[in-house]
């Protein structure tokens, strides 16, 4: 599935059965953004909505647990796998994946990051609590040689001062005992990302609801996989995934229950160049 050109491939359906299309080994990288048992109905515009509601922990769990083994056998010996949930179950998520990892154990695969997702916008109703404003992410991988891309953040303005020549290919850089050092970048990526969630009046909003945004996608993209690789979404939603791995050079495997969500996917890819 993976190869030279990337492909996106939409899929209608409970992804529990759909993935036995999907060979064993083939993805880099598995993102998932299931529903988060909020007890609701998610609603969105028009009638782009989805049903989250699972009861107890216990059944939400039982509804996870044999999707996440599938998306196990999915991942290629070095991949990923990126869980995103909030605080009403990312505990009982965790518990999971780590026996499902074998993390810890001899020839087991690795918990890599939490990962934080401050997103700012949002409800700021709370009176007796704090609001809530952040996502959790949990990054696990099938082994320790897993596909790591170092990124980072813009360079400060005192690293730019003391970067301050521009070598003839526009790289900058600093002169020190005679020897000459060339600026990265700004300090590594760490694991706590304020990304901002999408404005009601973003152009990027597709009207379905909980859609995530791009920019989030794109970076968890860049650090987990590589060009030409498969990525897979097995609750793919409005498509933000495919999306970005299409723009970033992936092939892009997806799948959503709810027919119109894939209706917003198909045309979010389709208004892409190219
Ligand atoms: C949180 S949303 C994903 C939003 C998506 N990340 C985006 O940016 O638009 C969860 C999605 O899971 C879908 N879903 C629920 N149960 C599913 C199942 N068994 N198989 C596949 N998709 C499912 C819902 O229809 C919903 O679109």
Request: glycine share 10%; aromatic share 10%.
């Amino acid at each position: 599935m993976s190869g030279t050109t990337p492909s996106s491939t939409l899929v209608a359906g409970d992804c529990l059965a759909a993935l036995d299309a999907v060979p064993a080994g083939a993805a880099r990288l598995v993102y998932l953004d299931p529903p988060f048992n909020t007890g609701r109905r998610q609603r969105g515009r028009a009638n782009a909505s989805f049903e989250d509601r699972f009861g107890a922990p216990a059944d939400y769990l039982a509804f996870l647990t044999p999707r996440l083994e599938r998306l196990y056998e999915t991942l290629h010996p070095d991949g990923s796998l990126i869980f995103h949930g909030d605080w009403r179950a990312i505990h009982y998520a965790k518990v999971a994946l780590d026996a499902l990892f074998r993390v810890g154990e001899r020839g087991g695969g690795m918990f890599v990051n939490e990962i934080i997702w401050h997103y700012g916008l949002g409800a700021a109703r709370a009176q007796r609590t704090l609001l809530t404003k952040h996502d959790t992410l949990l990054w696990y991988s099938r082994s320790r040689d897993y596909c790591f891309n170092q990124l980072r953040g813009p360079a400060t303005a005192a690293m730019l001062d003391k970067y301050r020549h521009q070598a003839a290919d526009g790289r900058r850089f600093m002169r020190s005992y005679g020897k000459v050092y060339y600026l990265k970048g700004g300090k590594p990526l760490d694991d706590v990302w304020d990304i901002p969630a999408l404005a009601p009046t973003s152009r990027e909003r597709s009207g379905y609801p909980t859609q995530k945004p791009l920019a989030l996608l794109e970076r968890i993209i860049d650090l987990a996989s590589r060009p030409g690789d498969l990525v897979l979404d097995p609750f793919c939603g409005s498509g933000t995934t495919l999306v970005a791995a299409r723009k970033l050079g992936r092939s892009g495997w997806g799948c959503d229950i709810s027919p119109h969500a894939l209706d917003i996917a198909r045309a979010r890819l389709a208004s892409l160049p190219g």
